[in-house]
């Protein structure tokens, strides 16, 4: 049985005028070269330069002098090498040269795709039939550089969607590092990375039981001073660091509206992007609400699955995820526990749907597969696209599948609520195929979702249009479920 789906007129698309301010080195040698040049620059040269950079670039971020102080303060131990007093340098001089060490960057230049959705804490002030609701995505830049952004909009009776203004600049976040990390937690996640135990050991030796992250990077920074040591143990060491560098807490300006706060790359394990982020709205045991988001993070060669939780859209915690189960991209975080348990969508082969159930939400073992690719159009692959959802008739899992020239499909499956591994349901036909018009983008021949809600006995299905941009669909629930069932 074919279900209905109402595509709606609304598409987000990529905007290369969204740009954020990165720091930007090229090498110590030229830094070296350029802070001498500037030091030969009497102060009223320095002035000037100075202030036609910030007439060109003042209106085009919120305070683009805080960002040339932080950038300057980046090589502060460089200037001291020199034999500059660091702290006798102007301010004028400090934000040249921090100017000198900052790029822009288009988040949105490339694609703007791979939504999902979530119910917004604040409900208020909304008329009868009408949900506000926070949308992801995933933001593609230069090289090929992912990073989340967002958007806030309200959906009406009629499941018409009035999307909130877009602010113009864009804020990045305040970047805390975790204090402590515990040992024997830290050794299990490098084992599961395949991090050689002949490497990992020399650094861990001498480390507390419970360590701080400074004395992990000087102990595999000792090391790699040593010229002579090997690339395989150099990348191994890296890995070390980059694990620690994978936690952390983050904060947005409080003047700041959610279009203009991106979640950018920060550490080493995802600074080749942050990708299909699944955000879900989680009640808690006490009846608490929080919001969890799992995602990928890539480095250019290893992929490192995470977890961040918000309960306000501004302040943040990041954490890499750990268990056997922890594996591959695809995971999707259920919105509330099962029989006193987390439970966890996964493709950790990277074929078909498994289920985990944990005491933790950062720990995943023993996967079990649940859905396994059955019908032409997923035969390639089949995975989730985005959270289950929890309904009187079961959870409604949204897939996708891949099937002949690489083509994805969305599907969907009905699972029984107190044994989620239990299919109750499955469509032996997509929901959505890419129409005639969804066929060209960054990835063509791609229809895709990282996650959907329900508004008005209606399944509201944002969705990415061949890795380029983003639109939804609308299905009426009650013709959904006799499909199902």
């Known amino acids: 049985m074919r279900v209905s789906v109402t595509r709606k007129d ?13 720091f930007f080195m090229n090498g110590n040698e030229r830094t070296i070269t350029m802070v001498n040049r500037l030091q030969a620059m009497d102060d009223q040269q320095i002035n000037l330069t100075l202030e036609h950079t910030l007439r060109e670039f003042a209106n085009r971020h919120r305070n683009i002098s805080r960002v040339f102080f932080k950038h300057c303060a980046n090589i502060q131990g460089i200037i001291e090498l020199m034999g500059i007093n660091y702290s006798e340098l102007s301010d004028e001089r400090k934000m040249l040269i921090g100017s000198y060490l900052t790029m822009e960057y288009s988040i949105e230049s490339a694609a703007f795709f791979n939504p999902s959705i979530v119910e917004d804490m604040d409900q208020m002030h909304l008329d009868n039939g009408e949900k506000r609701v926070i949308f992801s995505f995933r933001a593609t830049g230069e090289g090929h550089i992912s990073s989340i952004v967002f958007r806030r909009a ?8 009035r999307i909130m203004p877009v602010g113009n600049h864009i804020d990045k976040a305040e970047v805390t590092h975790k204090k402590l990390y515990n040992k024997k937690r830290f050794v299990k996640k490098m084992k ?67 279009s203009q706060r991106v979640l950018f790359p920060i550490s080493d394990s995802e600074n080749k ?31 490192l699955p995470k977890l961040l939780s918000t309960q306000d859209f501004y302040t943040f915690r990041v954490m890499p995820l750990h268990g056997s189960g922890a594996l591959n991209k695809n995971l999707a975080l259920f919105p509330q526990k ?23 939400s950062t720990v995943w073992n023993d996967p079990k597969i649940i859905q396994e690719p059955k019908y032409p159009w997923e035969l390639t692959q089949i995975g989730n696209c985005g959270s289950p959802l929890l309904t009187k008739e079961g959870w409604l899992v949204i897939s996708h599948g891949v099937g002949p020239m690489r083509r ?36 063509p021949n791609v229809v895709y979702s990282c996650g959907s809600l329900i508004h008005n006995n209606s399944l509201i299905l944002p969705y990415a249009v061949s890795d380029y941009s983003s639109t939804y669909g609308v299905v009426d629930l009650d013709e959904l479920f006799d499909a199902l069932k």
Not at 10 to 22: E, G, N, Q, T
Not at 281 to 303: L, P, V
Not at 345 to 356: E, F, K, P, S
Request: hydrophobic content about 35%; some cysteine; glycine content about 6%.
């Open 408 to 443: 994805y499909c969305i599907g969907a499956s009905l699972f029984d609520l107190d044994d989620p591994s239990r299919e109750i349901g499955r469509l032996d036909e997509p929901l959505l195929t890419p129409r005639e018009d969804e066929r060209e983008g960054y990835v």
């Open 10 to 22: 609304i598409k987000f698309l990529p905007d290369s005028s969204r740009v954020i301010a990165r």
């Open 338 to 360: 099962i029989k006193g348990k987390y439970a966890m969508l996964a493709r950790v082969d990277g074929i078909n749907n498994y289920l985990m159930l944990s005491e933790r």
């Open 192 to 258: 599961e990375m395949d991090i050689p135990e002949k490497y990992s050991d020399i650094i861990m030796a001498d480390l507390q039981e419970d360590f701080e992250y400074y004395a992990l990077k000087n102990n595999v920074n000792k090391i790699l001073d040593d010229k002579s040591i090997s690339g395989g143990r150099r990348m191994a060491l890296n890995e070390i660091t980059w694990l620690a560098d994978s936690f952390y807490d983050i904060e947005f300006h409080r003047d700041s509206d959610i």
């Open 154 to 161: 309200i959906l009406d009776q009629n499941n018409d969607l």
């Open 273 to 303: 992007g942050i990708e299909d982020a699944r955000f879900v709205r989680f009640t808690e045991d006490d009846g608490t609400d929080k919001t969890y988001a799992t995602y990928s993070a890539y480095n250019g060669h290893t992929i």
